[in-house]
């Protein structure tokens, strides 16, 4: 995973919704040196933060934690690293639903909504 340290361009992982959700479109893409690794435990992905810098995001699985770095360039005094933030995301990865915009038809589509659309494929899919 040293690799991961040059801190390339960002990955992008993101659900594509038509009009109605079709919960078999998901696809995932990747900007233009983009990197991210795994070995088991940890995740690191790299990519490029609103203002141009360098990310670097290592998420520990087992304990549940993120942590995040930024990278800067440039001249001897200006380049070096600079741990951002962390937190745990163990209760995170228990919510349904947090600031979520999804929509269907222009209105709120919910965790429980959604669930609907899914399980209604599936019924659909095995008659």
Known sequence: MGVLLALGAGAVLEPVWAQDPDPTEWTSSMAAGGTADSNGSMIA?????????????LIDTESKHICVYQATGGSKSTRGIQFVGARRIDLDLQLDGFNDKTQSKGRPLGYKDLLKVFESAQDAGEH
């Open 45 to 57: 992905v790299t990519g490029v933060d609103m203002t141009g810098q360098s990310i670097l995001y």
